[in-house]
């Protein structure tokens, strides 16, 4: 018994042991996580107190449909189910009767965000919001005019009719008075109330008499018409979670290097390196085993043009001349690369999808000009005819526009920005080279294996060089560690794209709900900046009336069971935008941290 004594953990060991897992989790978590995000959180100090209050109000909307959408069913659960007037592929023909109230709710709370977000603003966003609105609104109106033909023209029509009008009047007249944001907003909540909410009388009437819930079709249409509209916030979903993924790197990268000795920093690479290359190489077999060698070999050579194409990008833009720039901005900084690239991604975004925006530009001027019903269908069919005739040629162009801005930046001495576009637009170039029916489509490959393959084996190669060099140094260790678990999580994304995610789990609903999380997180880097075309409390209202907007038409595909709609809101769209927006900003970040990496250990401080 004495000797199991002496064999018990005394009194010291046992806080030395707490104290080293608080230090490796949650002093890691208090340190590294919540400091980062901490500096991305919306500021609401300075605020009035009813503009504050309007905010909390916004971001517990948000969070409620946040819930709501992760756990659709519950609306079923909990409210009759109406049938829908045109079936839908899957399970979906019934719809919960409370998400009508509910849906017609938010749009009036959204767009009363944004119309007092653009209110106080500059005149051009001013226009612009107006052109968005008015349109939506005409729409409306032009649905509840057709449903009036059934059951007559009715107090609440006038009402909404009004109420459409009296927005720019509205406008014209608050604007020169003194700005006061919580009385504009709930004079303009008030408005935009009257514009979606006393036609319910009517539709309720019409539904009496022919059966048919015309209201429902009169949602449909107005939410598919804002799909376009929220098309730039669900691509910028894949670019929060590639963000995530560099900083969710960056912590893990941070705790091994400042809570354990160097000696096990190596180990845990070693150990990192193997299982990656393990991976890859199982990967490689099965490929082998099930395409053959020869079919493997050539997809395999087409996506080691990923690493070609990034190497080609760091030679741009750190190699072109430059008229006046110091020696030390020669090279390229994780940190400028990473924040570049999140500043770069918008212009990006909407630039890329020119064509469809032009498209919804047309349709929505249309819309206001032709506010006929009849008119609808045909005029959404020509505007999505257009935008996918004019994609190919218009990529290509903003592809190439931005390997010539690179150029620019990287002459001006801005390499991080340089290093983003030339990536960009090389790897959709080379993208485009090697699809099927182009000139390279022999080298045609699909999935993230290949590249992921080729990136592992490039992170062992520089550690066994370094290694046999004698320069594996603590900040080399870091950048490989970094780059490792980078690549790791990028493989995560994968089961995004499965359609059937809202009957056999939420992995594409839960995907985008945490895009968007995160992203209210982090928006406090565009949201509290003060400026006087785009005031701080502005900015606030604006993005909350836009994030709104997006969960809303995304909880109605969700709840409706509409599996087209939902592919394409929770997946489709947010893989497209972490492929083809956010790889390039994470390639330039690895490739940053791997050939500058003391810059890696300055940006994590």
């Given at each position: 018994m004495n000797a199991f004594n002496r064999l018990r953990p005394t009194r010291g060991t046992l806080i030395a042991l707490l104290g080293f897992l608080w230090a490796i989790s949650f002093g890691a978590l208090r340190d590294f996580v919540w400091a980062d995000i901490r500096e991305g959180l919306i500021d609401l100090r300075g605020l009035s107190r009813p503009t504050r209050a309007l905010a909390w109000i916004g971001f517990g909307l948000l969070g409620l449909m946040l819930i709501a959408i992760l756990f659709n069913d519950f609306w079923r659960a909990s409210s009759p189910l109406l049938t829908l007037t045109e079936p839908l592929p899957g399970r979906g023909r019934m719809l919960p009767v409370a998400v009508l109230p509910a849906t017609l709710f938010l749009l009036s709370v959204a767009w009363a965000f944004l119309l007092a977000g653009a209110l106080r603003s500059h005149i051009l966003i001013r226009l612009g919001v107006l052109f968005l609105f008015l349109p939506a609104a005409g729409l409306w109106l032009a649905n509840s005019l057709a449903s009036a033909g059934i059951s007559g023209v009715g107090l609440g029509l006038v009402v909404s009719a009004v109420a459409t009008v009296a927005v720019p009047l509205f406008f014209i007249f608050a604007a020169r008075r003194r700005p006061r944001p919580a009385g504009?907003?709930?004079?303009?909540?008030?408005?935009?109330?009257?514009?979606?909410?006393?036609?319910?009388?009517?539709?309720?009437?019409?539904?009496?008499?022919?059966?048919?819930?015309?209201?429902?079709?009169?949602?449909?249409?107005?939410?598919?018409?804002?799909?376009?509209?929220?098309?730039?916030?669900?691509?910028?979903?894949?670019?929060?979670?590639?963000?995530?993924?560099?900083?969710?790197?960056?912590?893990?990268?941070?705790?091994?290097?400042?809570?354990?000795?160097?000696?096990?920093?190596?180990?845990?690479?070693?150990?990192?390196?193997?299982?990656?290359?393990?991976?890859?190489?199982?990967?490689?077999?099965?490929?082998?085993?099930?395409?053959?060698?020869?079919?493997?070999?050539?997809?395999?050579?087409?996506?080691?043009?990923?690493?070609?194409?990034?190497?080609?990008?760091?030679?741009?833009?750190?190699?072109?001349?430059?008229?006046?720039?110091?020696?030390?901005?020669?090279?390229?900084?994780?940190?400028?690369a990473a924040t570049d690239g999140e500043r770069l991604a918008l212009p990006?975004?909407?630039?890329?999808?020119?064509?469809?925006?032009?498209?919804?530009?047309?349709?929505?001027?249309?819309?206001?000009?032709?506010?006929?019903?009849?008119?609808?269908?045909?005029?959404?069919?020509?505007?999505?005819?257009?935008?996918?005739?004019?994609?190919?040629?218009?990529?290509?162009?903003?592809?190439?526009?931005?390997?010539?801005?690179?150029?620019?930046?990287?002459?001006?001495?801005?390499?991080?920005?340089?290093?983003?576009?030339?990536?960009?637009?090389?790897?959709?170039?080379?993208?485009?080279?090697?699809?099927?029916?182009?000139?390279?489509?022999a080298l045609t490959w699909e999935g993230a294996q290949p590249t992921d393959f080729w990136l592992t084996v490039t992170l062992v190669a520089l550690a066994l060089v370094w290694a046999a060099q004698r320069r594996l140094t603590e900040q080399r260790v870091a950048a490989l560690l970094f780059a490792g678990i980078l690549t790791g999580l990028l493989r995560q994304t994968d089961f995004i794209s499965s359609p059937f995610s809202p009957i056999f789990g939420f992995a594409g609903v839960g995907f985008l709900v945490f895009g968007l999380a995160w992203d209210a997180l982090t928006a406090g880097s565009w949201a509290n900046r003060e400026t006087r075309g785009l005031p701080r409390?502005?900015?606030?209202?604006?993005?909350?009336?836009?994030?709104?907007?997006?969960?809303?038409?995304?909880?109605?595909?969700?709840?409706?069971?509409?599996?087209?709609?939902?592919?394409?809101?929770?997946?489709?769209?947010?893989?497209a935008g972490l492929n083809r927006f956010g790889r390039p900003m994470l390639y330039a970040v690895m490739a940053a941290a791997l050939l500058n990496p003391d810059s890696l250990k300055e940006d994590q401080e």
């Open positions: 504009e907003f709930l004079a303009l909540l008030i408005l935009t109330a009257l514009v979606f909410i006393p036609t319910q009388a009517d539709d309720v009437e019409s539904w009496r008499q022919l059966g048919s819930p015309l209201m429902v079709a009169k949602i449909e249409a107005t939410l598919g018409f804002l799909g376009y509209l929220i098309l730039p916030l669900l691509l910028l979903v894949g670019v929060d979670i590639a963000n995530f993924a560099r900083q969710a790197s960056g912590w893990t990268m941070r705790v091994a290097t400042e809570r354990f000795p160097f000696w096990l920093e190596v180990g845990a690479l070693v150990a990192l390196l193997a299982l990656r290359l393990r991976f890859v190489g199982g990967e490689l077999a099965e490929r082998i085993a099930a395409d053959g060698a020869r079919a493997t070999a050539l997809a395999y050579a087409g996506s080691l043009g990923v690493v070609a194409v990034i190497g080609l990008a760091w030679l741009l833009a750190t190699r072109a001349p430059a008229a006046s720039t110091p020696a030390a901005a020669e090279t390229v900084a994780a940190g400028d990006l975004i909407l630039a890329s999808n020119g064509a469809q925006l032009i498209a919804f530009a047309g349709l929505w001027i249309s819309l206001g000009l032709l506010p006929l019903l009849t008119v609808v269908g045909s005029l959404s069919g020509a505007a999505d005819r257009f935008g996918k005739a004019a994609a190919l040629p218009w990529t290509i162009a903003v592809d190439v526009l931005a390997i010539v801005a690179a150029v620019f930046m990287a002459r001006r001495g801005r390499r991080g920005a340089a290093l983003y576009l030339a990536i960009f637009g090389m790897l959709a170039l080379w993208f485009e080279l090697t699809s099927p029916g182009r000139p390279l489509a409390t502005g900015r606030i209202f604006l993005y909350l009336g836009y994030v709104l907007l997006t969960v809303t038409a995304v909880n109605w595909a969700v709840t409706g069971h509409d599996l087209a709609a939902v592919g394409r809101l929770t997946g489709d769209v947010a893989i």
